[in-house]
């Protein structure tokens, strides 16, 4: 990778509270008294999910309530720049589109960020980045922030009541933290004392979530909150972004995430959350990687966890050529992390993983 010797070191939130109650905790932080104006965005689901719990700055007459749909796109963040451009605190309340929305929102205007949220399915409540899409959720990119969340208020009995479908997603997201931070970081002759601690971070949120991940879907099944729960809810929204922010270049994107990124240009994966396409992303990265043993032993694990395992499990049909070729195209562009991996990665040898994991048995 040539890129220099040095990394910025950005391990995330300023604060991190995950307990029943933890939403009390923006009294603490920011006395309603010394607020003049609030700007609180959030999906309608979400703030619904949420309401229970909210604090009553919530329903102040000083706060501006804002219900997003959509994606962190350039129209949705300009929007809400305008109708927050007097807001001394930026609140949002979902899952990663909104927060990143949010986020960049609160970047633009210089003000501090609290996030809330109400679904495990990625870590976007803890990094300091957006991911960027189009109107129409064609991924774009990311952004990195030079501020990181002023607090994560994680309420777990929100999450908890979330449809299983969204700690599936979390748990695929999370588990690329190790695969893609091992293929960045092996590629390098030295590592950051900071890196290697990233590295160690994402090994263990991969064997939390493979060993708790069921047990945490039981959780949501039956509506009880427990210890295997909560320790896939920290590995997720926490550890998720601490590796990130420990390893800089050297423990964030890699194959999974840019397969990920070509999936979003067919529309019929539109409605699989950000995590599962990633997740099926890892098995390719393990097939380009040719670590087959790896490869079975993840795919048991996805396959236990009810996590999309293969094209048709994302409604694609590999026997669609036209379709792939795009998918794969829009995978294989300059500047995409899956050219990270050693060696030339070409159309050939991408179609050739993605027949690899079609064909496991």
């Not at 994606?71 to 807001?87: F, I, K, M, P, T």
């Not at 990687?289 to 396959?303: M, N, T």
Request: charged share 20%.
């Amino acid at each position: 990778m040539s890129t220099p010797d040095w990394i910025r070191v950005q391990p995330g939130a300023a604060n991190y509270y995950a307990y029943a109650g933890a939403l009390d905790q923006i009294e603490q932080f920011h006395p309603s008294g010394a607020l003049k104006r609030v700007l609180w965005i959030g999906g309608k689901r979400a703030q619904a999910a949420a309401a229970p719990y909210l604090p009553p700055l919530f329903h102040d007459s000083r706060s501006i309530r804002e219900t997003f749909s959509g994606h962190c796109s350039e129209n949705a963040v300009s929007r809400y720049v305008q109708l927050g451009h007097d807001a001394d605190l930026i609140i949002g309340i979902g899952g990663g589109s909104v927060l990143d929305t949010a986020k960049a929102v609160a970047h633009r205007l210089g003000k501090p960020f609290v996030a809330i949220p109400t679904i495990a399915a990625t870590c976007a409540a803890w990094t300091p980045l957006s991911v960027w899409y189009d109107d129409h959720g064609k991924a774009l990119g990311y952004e990195l922030f030079p501020q990181a969340s002023r607090l994560v208020l994680v309420e777990p009995r929100i999450l908890l009541a979330a449809p299983p479908d969204y700690l599936r997603a979390g748990i695929g997201d999370t588990l690329a933290k190790w695969y893609e931070a091992r293929v960045l970081c092996e590629a390098e002759t030295s590592l950051p004392l900071t890196a290697q601690i990233g590295l160690s971070v994402a090994r263990q949120i991969r064997d939390i979530l493979i060993e708790d991940g069921p047990a945490a879907l039981a959780a949501v099944a039956s509506g009880k909150l427990s210890d295997s729960f909560l320790r896939a809810v920290d590995a997720i929204i926490a550890g998720g972004g601490l590796v990130g922010g420990l390893g800089e270049r050297h423990t964030r994107l890699a194959a999974a995430h840019s397969i990920h990124n070509g999936l979003t240009v067919l529309p019929e994966t539109a409605g699989f959350l950000h995590g599962a396409k990633v997740a099926y992303g890892i098995l390719v990265q393990l097939a380009l990687e040719e670590r087959r043993d790896e490869l079975g032993h993840l795919d048991a694990a996805l396959k236990a966890l009810g996590i999309p395992r293969r094209l048709a499990d994302l409604d694609v049909d590999i026997g669609q050529t036209e379709r792939i070729n795009a998918f794969i195209a829009h995978t294989l562009r300059s500047g995409e992390s899956i050219h990270f991996l050693p060696g030339k990665i070409d159309s050939a040898r991408l179609r050739q993983a993605l027949t690899t994991v079609e064909t496991l048995s």
